[in-house]
């Protein structure tokens, strides 16, 4: 019979994997430290006010040959005389002399309202700001506008006034928090044109107050940080394909039927691929606005196979040898981590979903969307809190059962004391490291849950850093290419080295022929059999 690449491989080459992996674990990292740069940029537009008197159609450019006429402050003369509904804010998107290019991958954007206190025009309680916002593009300087999409936007207002509201005091500015505006899901062209109107009516847009200004934020990925993105992807990508195929090919020549374990090992390597495609070399040719959402797909399968894999790795060693390799004993974990899986994605849906066809849509324009967005982050936070301690208390577990066989080594021939020690320890160092992935995995999946999050709540400098990222993606497909590798079968048949250290099922004595079956034949390693107790126990 054929153990696992783990037990049967000598100390020597384990080291230089080992060392193999490490080396790659601080490359990975020092890419994101000394290539990348930081994940995302922030640059601030003011919008220019434009006049259009006659609600004319067309799109109003705030610099350049053709700028709309333009006041530059409320308090002028001319402005006077305008009605608030002749006024629109235009955005040119970048800043004058420089372009947007398919590497910055997606657009989010803020807006941020400059209103000075007024006695007799006060912000009222609970007020709701409409917005008639376009958004235009063109790839030259010289062509024609085209529409890419319009939508009439509701927002809550809400602002704060640091001084008591007395005459004394009018001219001061409120403080607002920023607002979200859009989010853009391809940067398929070069220029980017945002007009805005406040429209005002007996019921629209009263009691917000003197606006004096609109500020926005528009936050875009960094193309150097794209490029280096897709390439660790790109060298990723076949690594785990081939390591994959190969394990399930081993896994094929085995003359017993495949485990629970070594399928969800072939699950792993199979998530870790679809995670790796690097379909954001397609998108850089395409206008796919789909592509955040489907970066989230790939994301959350991930996520659900990684984390459902932990369990069942972890509950294969603690069951008896009559309820394990049965999908259905483990209902409840699995369930859970595909009903939170399902809640995720129907959370993505709700917004990036509907932003394929409206961007200016935000599950965060109303206080309930918000407190339910809110109270979704922090909710999901402490899950994978609690499914982290489930998973230490597992793993105790498991080193408790092994502990019980470990006080049966002393009866044993020095020979095969050693074996067994060695096989025990190489375990116990990989749960060791699974334990330590699994942290590093809770704790960029709640930073990444905040960092998308943040910028709704009103600070857009919020980042995970590059080194970081780039170190957890490496991590992640490092342990998957250890898990593969390893559990893998080993080329080394009925190796019997003088009796020693022969797989059984149960150390301390011989077993029947029939029991030796049962026991040797079911499981990937001499690990996962020693700890699966036998019916008669």
Not at 215 to 224: A, D, K, L, S
Not at 330 to 359: K, M, T
Not at 503 to 529: A, D, F
Request: proline letters at 4%; hydrophobic letters at 45%.
């Amino acid at each position: 019979m054929a153990g696992a690449i783990i037990e049967n491989m000598s100390t020597k080459k384990l080291v230089f994997l080992g060392f193999f992996i490490l080396v790659f674990q601080i490359l990975s990292i020092m890419i994101g430290a000394l290539i990348a740069p930081s994940p995302t940029s922030a640059i601030h537009y003011s919008a220019t006010k434009c006049i259009n008197r006659h609600r004319a159609r067309g799109w109003l450019m705030p610099w350049g040959s053709n700028r709309c006429h333009q006041v530059k402050s409320f308090d002028e003369p001319l402005a006077k005389t305008l009605d608030a509904n002749d006024i629109v804010f235009a955005v040119h998107v970048p800043l004058p002399n420089m372009e947007m290019s398919p590497w910055f991958q997606y657009v989010l954007a803020v807006l941020q309202f400059d209103i000075e206190f007024k006695m007799i025009n006060q912000i009222e309680d609970d007020v709701i700001i409409t917005i008639d916002a376009g958004i235009a593009y063109r790839d030259n300087g010289m062509s024609e506008w085209t529409t890419q999409f319009h939508s009439v936007e509701q927002r809550p207002l809400r602002c704060m006034l640091g001084v008591p509201k007395t005459y004394e005091n009018e001219g001061s500015f409120y403080q607002c928090d920023p607002i979200p505006f859009m989010e853009l899901g391809t940067v398929a062209h070069k220029y980017f044109l945002i007009n805005l109107r406040l429209p005002v009516n007996d019921t629209m847009n009263v009691g917000i107050g003197e606006i004096k200004d609109i500020h926005m934020v528009g936050i875009h990925q960094n193309g150097g940080f794209t490029k280096v993105w897709i390439s660790i992807k790109t060298v990723f990508s076949p690594w785990i394909l081939v390591a994959t195929a190969w394990y399930w090919y081993r896994i094929s020549l085995m003359a017993r039927p495949p485990v629970l374990l070594e399928k969800v090992i072939f699950a792993l390597g199979v998530s870790m691929t679809f995670l790796n495609v690097p379909v954001e070399w397609l998108s850089l040719g395409f206008e796919w606005t789909w592509m955040l959402l489907f970066e989230d797909v790939q994301q959350g399968v991930f996520y659900a196979t990684l984390f459902c894999f932990w369990v069942i790795f972890c509950g294969e060693h603690l069951m008896d040898q009559s309820q394990r390799n049965r999908l259905s004993a483990y209902w409840w974990q699995v369930g859970i981590v595909v009903f939170g899986s399902s809640v995720l994605l129907l959370f993505d849906l709700s917004e990036r979903g509907v932003h394929l066809i409206n961007p200016f849509y935000s599950v965060w324009a109303s206080d309930i969307g918000t407190k339910v967005s809110f109270t979704f982050i922090v909710v999901a936070g402490l899950s994978v809190c609690l499914y982290f301690l489930s998973l230490c208390h597992m793993v105790r577990c498991v080193f408790r059962n092994i502990g019980g066989k470990v006080q049966q080594l002393p009866a044993m021939p020095e020979a095969r004391r050693l074996c067994y020690k060695g096989i025990i320890f190489r375990f116990k160092f990989l749960m060791l490291v699974t334990l330590a992935c699994a942290a590093m995995t809770i704790i960029f999946f709640i930073l990444n849950q905040v960092s998308e999050g943040h910028w709704h709540w009103g600070d857009y400098t919020l980042q995970v850093n590059s080194a970081f990222l780039t170190g957890i993606y490496g991590m992640w497909n490092l342990y998957v290419f250890t898990i593969i590798f390893l559990y893998a079968p080993s080329h080394k048949h009925n190796r019997h080295r003088s009796g020693d250290c022969q797989p059984t099922g149960v150390i301390e004595e011989p077993e029947s022929q029939e029991m030796q079956l049962t026991c040797g034949e079911q499981g990937p390693t001499e690990t996962y059999r020693m700890t699966g107790k036998v019916a008669e126990d």
